[in-house]
């Protein structure tokens, strides 16, 4: 796998530092006044569109994408709450693409481990992921999207969640800010989510 998504510490770290300045940069504005007005508008569990099972998974594939080390990572950035809005506001036409990729992974991993994938230790779920990002997935098991794009997918969006503005539901706390140095921007709104929520 390349380092830039699962390669081996400390490069993954590295890589996405050097790559996140411009990133972040371009992101700053991911519809956020697409989501206002929708932020209260939650499903039973507090989700807007993933159900629980769904979220812990996404949070399980950002987490192995950005892990925390002697950083935060992305489960402690909220990733999976800025994907869970994005997919009710300006993505709202990857909707499906998410249900069907997430219930491949499920089905994925069943096939190879015998368990869920947020259930695999931790080297499983590495293990996994490459699979999936190098297109070696069963193909019986995935067709739209295929295992490379979805993976892609929930890449860029883990990327989006923890470099973008907190205002989207995402970088909880400013964690990538402080992880590259930069000082926190004044920015008009809030985290959309309590910093309780895990």
Same mark, same amino acid.
């Given at each position: 796998?390349?380092?830039?998504?699962? &390669?081996?510490?400390?490069?993954?770290?590295?890589?996405?530092?050097?790559? #996140?300045?411009?990133?972040?940069? @371009?992101? @700053?504005?991911?519809?956020? #006044? +697409? %989501?206002?007005?929708?932020?209260?508008?939650? +499903? *039973?569990?507090?989700?807007?569109?993933?159900?629980?099972?769904?979220?812990?998974?996404?949070?399980?594939?950002?987490?192995?994408?950005?892990?925390?080390?002697?950083? *935060? &990572?992305?489960?402690?950035?909220?990733?999976?709450?800025?994907?869970? !809005?994005?997919?009710? &506001?300006?993505?709202?036409?990857?909707?499906?693409?998410?249900?069907?990729?997430?219930? #491949?992974?499920?089905?994925?991993?069943?096939?190879?481990?015998?368990?869920?994938?947020?259930?695999?230790?931790?080297?499983?779920?590495? @293990?996994?992921?490459?699979? %999936?990002?190098?297109?070696?997935?069963? /193909?019986? !098991?995935?067709?739209?999207?295929? @295992?490379?794009?979805?993976?892609?997918?929930?890449?860029?969006?883990?990327?989006?969640?923890?470099?973008?503005?907190?205002?989207?539901?995402?970088?909880?706390?400013?964690?990538?800010?402080?992880?590259?140095?930069?000082?926190?921007?004044?920015?008009?709104?809030?985290?959309?989510?309590?910093?309780? /929520?895990?």
């Amino acid at each position: 796998m390349q380092e830039m998504s699962l &390669g081996g510490e400390p490069t993954r770290r590295d890589a996405i530092k050097v790559i #996140s300045v411009a990133v972040g940069g @371009a992101l @700053a504005g991911v519809g956020g #006044s +697409l %989501l206002i007005g929708r932020i209260d508008r939650a +499903l *039973p569990g507090g989700w807007h569109f993933f159900t629980p099972d769904e979220a812990r998974l996404v949070e399980a594939i950002a987490e192995q994408i950005i892990p925390a080390d002697k950083d *935060p &990572g992305a489960k402690d950035a909220g990733v999976v709450f800025f994907i869970d !809005l994005q997919l009710v &506001g300006p993505y709202k036409r990857l909707q499906e693409k998410y249900r069907s990729g997430l219930q #491949s992974v499920q089905k994925t991993s069943r096939q190879k481990f015998g368990k869920p994938f947020e259930d695999l230790a931790w080297d499983d779920q590495t @293990a996994l992921l490459e699979t %999936l990002e190098s297109g070696r997935a069963p /193909k019986e !098991l995935w067709q739209d999207p295929t @295992a490379a794009e979805f993976f892609e997918l929930v890449r860029d969006h883990t990327m989006q969640g923890f470099y973008g503005s907190p205002r989207h539901g995402g970088n909880r706390n400013y964690v990538s800010y402080k992880m590259l140095g930069l000082e926190y921007p004044r920015i008009i709104g809030q985290n959309r989510y309590r910093s309780d /929520k895990s």
